[in-house]
């Protein structure tokens, strides 16, 4: 796994050290991470299929358990295996997380899907109209286009305001065009918030 990230003078806001074995198509390989993330940054992790990379975000997720190791967001401990104590559930963490394939609920429009994750319309109208998409708040997925779907599922993550925003390969499934006009979105947003950013 590579890191890029933007150059920041916040103070850290993640500390982590973290080990966790993992079995890929070459058989078992040690995910070991020791990073210090700061307050707004954006991180984008690189590397081959396999490498660790959404096992990573999962974990940060609380979807996935550590072997060994730490991780403190804003000095509280979200795990810590040495201290043997209960890792923090995935509903106390203020995460947001957009999924590779955007997880949009077909049977809600777009303003219901927003809504759903936190009831504050106010807050989905000025998202919606960030992206471009306040006009499209009553469709429905089926009748979005790809960029559409990954603007609605973008801001489904932001709706909560989270501490951290974790983006697996948010751009993969769309054709080059649509690819480089959403980029501005997936910088845009997480920046007007000051939101800290991990990108796969």
């Given at each position: 796994?590579?890191?890029?990230?933007?150059?920041?003078?916040?103070?850290?806001?993640?500390?982590?050290?973290?080990?966790?074995?993992?079995?890929?198509?070459?058989?078992?390989?040690?995910?070991?991470?020791?990073?210090?993330i700061k307050q707004g940054e954006f991180i984008a992790l690189t590397g081959v299929s396999g490498s660790g990379k959404t096992t990573f975000l999962r974990i940060l997720a609380g979807l996935e358990k550590v072997d060994v190791g730490k991780i403190c967001v804003e000095e509280t401990d979200w795990v810590n295996t040495s201290k043997n104590k209960?890792?923090?559930?995935?509903?106390?963490?203020?995460?947001?997380?957009?999924?590779q394939d955007y997880a949009l609920f077909p049977n809600m429009s777009v303003l219901k899907n927003l809504t759903f994750a936190k009831d504050d319309?106010?807050?989905?109208?000025?998202?919606?109209?960030?992206v471009g998409?306040?006009?499209l708040k009553d469709a429905m997925p089926q009748q979005l286009s790809?960029?559409?779907?990954?603007?609605?599922?973008?801001?489904?993550?932001?709706?909560?305001?989270?501490?951290?925003?974790?983006?697996?390969?948010?751009?993969?499934a769309l054709d080059l065009e649509i690819r480089e006009k959403l980029q501005n979105n997936i910088l845009s947003l997480p920046n007007e918030f000051k939101t800290t950013t991990i990108m796969v």
């Open positions: 796994v590579y890191i890029i990230s933007t150059i920041n003078k916040e103070p850290n806001m993640i500390k982590l050290n973290i080990q966790k074995m993992l079995t890929g198509s070459n058989g078992k390989m040690n995910l070991e991470m020791n990073l210090h209960k890792a923090l559930p995935p509903q106390k963490r203020k995460i947001g997380y957009l999924f319309k106010d807050f989905a109208h000025t998202l919606l109209a960030m998409l306040e006009e790809g960029g559409q779907q990954q603007r609605v599922a973008l801001c489904r993550a932001m709706i909560t305001r989270p501490q951290i925003l974790l983006l697996d390969e948010p751009l993969s």
